[in-house]
């Protein structure tokens, strides 16, 4: 049996759409008819995942929120002892989002087809990654299922509440430079030129910033346009370079040249990474299989890669902490605290304390840079003000000695 996504029209001739599970289309088509509907399509759940993932909005998968809270509660299910099959039933039925429950109805069929929970859910990878796919496949060898989901949905609310974090902690900035930028740039191409024409109407010497004001807004108003095609232009053509794995490689190298930048990309990757690596190791996921999964979570490329060529030499016989600080990538306090739990057998109890250790360091940092950047943009913004002012204001001082 099946999950198929289908679309159809009621008798008022709205259209309906929905999921059912059935062995065929031809099946689901005839439950739609003796309900009443007439079906335009229907669908194979998998299959409409599989050509959907090449476009650009189902690679975001699911919102983190979404994810955590379909996990939660299918934690709690079977906690409760509910049959699996059954907890993802009820979890569907509870699911407001018709798209996410035709994915966990699509991994409830394969359930009843007699595949693992793990591998019914590697049908859908943009919304099941592989960390949780590789936990839940761990919970289930190991019989505690419940347990790794309780741990999978903590993670999962544990990145929601960080990215609201930062994205509030930006918010203001953003806000902030977008109005200064729509200030200045209203100020020079609609105020200034209306200002300034009176004084070049005089066919007098200028003083010398008035001048140069009258210059940058001729040069907005002529080619103000093109200048912002050009700079989304650049940042196209940056993300297009980005793809390719030596620019990206080049580029996270360089970042940690950058005092404050290198400091908080160690911090926030070295972060995942523990955070990771504790909930594979507690679920029971070997130590190199857990850390090249956990080296994916790392946006650092640099890093990845640093924690991809750790695991080939701890397959050799050396330590974790010993491969991780050779790469010169992540924090002192990080490697000692690996250290600790691998000489006290107790890796993933250190490996939480580190990640914990460095969210705290992210959060820090975040209202550092917030803390030095918004005055900073204020009195940037203050000055350009000041500037257009000094400008516009020079030439009404000696407006008596330009008349003359």
Do not use: C
Request: glycine fraction near 8%.
């Amino acid at each position: 049996m099946g999950a198929f996504e289908y679309a159809a029209l009621d008798a008022a001739g709205r259209q309906r759409k929905g999921v059912l599970e059935g062995d065929t289309p031809r099946q689901i088509r005839q439950i739609l008819r003796e309900r009443g509907l007439i079906p335009l399509t229907v669908e194979e759940v998998a299959k409409g995942v599989a050509r959907r993932g090449h476009g650009l909005l189902f690679r975001r998968g699911v919102a983190p929120a979404d994810l955590a809270l379909i996990t939660r509660q299918l934690a709690t299910l079977v906690r409760a002892g509910t049959v699996l099959d059954e907890a993802l039933a009820t979890v569907a039925d509870q699911t407001e989002k018709g798209r996410l429950q035709g994915i966990i109805v699509g991994v409830r069929s394969r359930v009843l087809e007699g595949h693992a929970l793990a591998a019914a859910m590697a049908d859908f990878p943009g919304v099941f990654p592989k960390l949780y796919r590789t936990t839940v496949g761990a919970g289930e060898q190991s019989g505690h299922l419940d347990v790794v989901l309780e741990r999978l949905a903590d993670y999962t609310e544990f990145v929601q509440q960080i990215r609201q974090k930062v994205m509030l902690a930006v918010l203001y900035p953003i806000i902030l430079t977008v109005v200064a930028i729509l200030v200045v740039g209203a100020l020079l191409t609609y105020v200034v030129p209306k200002i300034v024409d009176v004084f070049e109407n005089l066919h007098q010497q200028l003083p010398v910033l008035t001048r140069g004001l009258i210059q940058v807004s001729s040069f907005l108003r002529s080619y103000g346009l093109l200048l912002l095609v050009g700079l989304f232009a650049l940042a196209v053509l940056f993300r297009l370079l980005l793809r390719r794995e030596g620019v990206r490689l080049r580029f996270d190298q360089a970042i940690f040249r950058v005092p404050l930048i290198a400091r908080f990309s160690r911090s926030m990757n070295a972060a995942r990474f523990a955070r990771t690596f504790s909930i594979l190791t507690a679920s029971g996921v070997p130590v190199l299989d857990g850390m090249h999964i956990s080296a994916q979570v790392i946006g650092n490329m640099a890093m990845r890669q640093a924690v991809d060529e750790a695991a080939s030499r701890v397959r050799e016989g050396s330590s974790v902490h010993q491969m991780l600080a050779k790469s010169g990538y992540f924090p002192p306090i990080t490697i000692h605290l690996i250290a600790s739990g691998e000489a006290s057998a107790k890796l993933e109890e250190m490996l939480e304390r580190a990640a914990v250790n460095q969210e705290r360091e992210v959060e820090t940092l975040i209202s550092t840079l917030m803390g030095v950047f918004e005055p900073l943009l204020i009195l940037i913004m203050g000055g350009v003000v000041l500037i257009i002012v000094l400008a516009i204001l020079l030439p009404i001082f000696d407006l008596n000695a330009l008349v003359k």
